[in-house]
């Protein structure tokens, strides 16, 4: 028999460990102290490399200090090239309020999100390839990995496509699609994601389309099986934990800034490096649509 005492935690229950790791994470999970238009512009880069992009399509905005404004990407630049310096402030009308340039007149359904969730403070909305696929082909998205858990009951699927979304209709379709969820799958068109800070946003867009991906894999190859919705609620609580939220977005953030750096991309003076992906690059053509 072994001398050794047995360790205290051994005899602790899974809710108790779980609120201990979590205690732990506040107290030693640290991140970077980012302002908020720097946030916004590693999301870009990260949502680059995980093939966010596509085109000029997709934008990205987070509240403003102001009410009623929120920052938001440049029309013209693609994900890869906004940077803090050349975000816009705007208003619901999408009146330029900061920055040089117009928003992507498609940013109208955001400012009908932000006034139907005041605990909404970053909306992400791309056309990611695996999302995409399974818009097209009117399928929700079923969570049944672990990871993905995160999207566990959170994700609704709208299931006719209202058209672009520049008018104030497809708005209101749009936020009451999203209803009080954290994403949702536009069909015919693509994501969008709604949480209350930029790097909840972002990791949960990374997650869709990880996930999309994984449920087009394995529906070819078998019967995908549901989980129990009572361990799937606690892993989606478990996952979207703050500190290892913003934990993974600083991570995702850097791993964006290495690649630039590895490809020898431009770095800009005293910020972050120019993110890039050719590692992943498959030759993705042009889109024909810009929202
Ligand atoms: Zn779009």
Same mark, same amino acid.
């Not at 498609?106 to 932000?114: P, Q």
């Not at 403070?121 to 791309?126: P, S």
């Given at each position: 028999?072994?001398?050794?005492?047995?360790?205290?935690? &051994?005899?602790?229950?899974?809710?108790?460990?779980?609120?201990?790791?979590?205690?732990?994470? #506040?107290?030693?999970? #640290?991140?970077?102290?980012?302002?908020?238009?720097?946030?916004?512009?590693?999301?870009?880069?990260?949502? &680059?490399?995980?093939?966010?992009?596509?085109?000029?399509?997709?934008?990205?905005?987070?509240?403003?200090?102001?009410?009623?404004?929120?920052?938001?990407?440049?029309?013209?630049?693609? &994900?890869?090239?906004?940077?803090? *310096?050349?975000?816009?402030?705007?208003?619901?009308?999408?009146?330029?309020?900061?920055?040089?340039?117009?928003?992507?007149?498609?940013?109208? &359904?955001?400012?009908?999100?932000?006034?139907?969730?005041?605990?909404?403070?970053?909306?992400?909305?791309?056309?990611?390839?695996?999302?995409?696929?399974?818009?097209?082909? *009117?399928?929700?998205?079923?969570?049944?990995?672990?990871?993905?858990?995160?999207?566990?009951?959170?994700?609704?699927?709208?299931?006719?496509?209202?058209?672009?979304?520049?008018?104030?209709?497809?708005?209101?379709?749009?936020?009451?699609?999203?209803?009080?969820?954290?994403?949702?799958?536009?069909?015919?068109?693509?994501?969008?994601?709604?949480?209350?800070?930029?790097?909840?946003?972002?990791?949960?867009?990374?997650?869709?389309?990880?996930?999309?991906?994984?449920?087009?894999?394995?529906?070819?190859?078998?019967?995908?099986?549901?989980?129990?919705?009572?361990?799937?609620?606690?892993?989606?609580?478990?996952?979207?934990? #703050?500190?290892?939220?913003?934990?993974?977005?600083?991570?995702?953030?850097?791993?964006?800034?290495?690649?630039?750096?590895?490809?020898?991309?431009?770095?800009?003076?005293?910020?972050?490096?120019?993110?890039?992906?050719?590692?992943?690059?498959?030759?993705? *053509?042009?889109?024909?649509?810009?929202?």
């Amino acid at each position: 028999m072994s001398s050794e005492s047995t360790p205290s935690t &051994f005899s602790m229950g899974k809710v108790d460990l779980v609120e201990l790791a979590n205690q732990r994470a #506040k107290d030693h999970l #640290k991140v970077p102290d980012l302002s908020l238009r720097d946030k916004v512009a590693a999301a870009c880069h990260i949502l &680059f490399q995980h093939r966010h992009d596509s085109g000029l399509a997709g934008q990205i905005s987070a509240r403003g200090e102001q009410a009623g404004t929120y920052w938001t990407q440049c029309l013209g630049l693609g &994900f890869d090239e906004t940077e803090a *310096g050349n975000l816009l402030l705007v208003d619901a009308d999408l009146n330029v309020l900061e920055g040089d340039g117009m928003a992507n007149p498609a940013n109208r &359904f955001h400012s009908w999100i932000y006034q139907a969730r005041p605990d909404v403070n970053c909306i992400v909305h791309t056309h990611p390839m695996h999302v995409c696929a399974l818009s097209i082909i *009117g399928q929700p998205l079923v969570v049944a990995q672990m990871d993905a858990c995160m999207l566990f009951d959170d994700v609704e699927f709208l299931a006719d496509w209202p058209g672009i979304p520049v008018g104030n209709n497809e708005g209101e379709i749009i936020s009451r699609a999203l209803g009080a969820k954290r994403a949702a799958i536009l069909a015919h068109h693509g994501l969008v994601v709604a949480c209350s800070s930029v790097e909840e946003s972002c990791v949960v867009a990374l997650q869709c389309e990880r996930a999309a991906r994984m449920q087009l894999l394995a529906s070819h190859a078998g019967e995908v099986r549901q989980l129990d919705p009572a361990l799937a609620k606690e892993a989606h609580d478990w996952t979207l934990n #703050k500190q290892r939220t913003e934990a993974a977005f600083h991570y995702f953030a850097r791993r964006a800034a290495r690649a630039a750096r590895a490809a020898d991309r431009p770095v800009r003076q005293g910020g972050s490096a120019r993110p890039c992906r050719e590692d992943l690059h498959d030759g993705w *053509g042009p889109p024909s649509m810009q929202a």
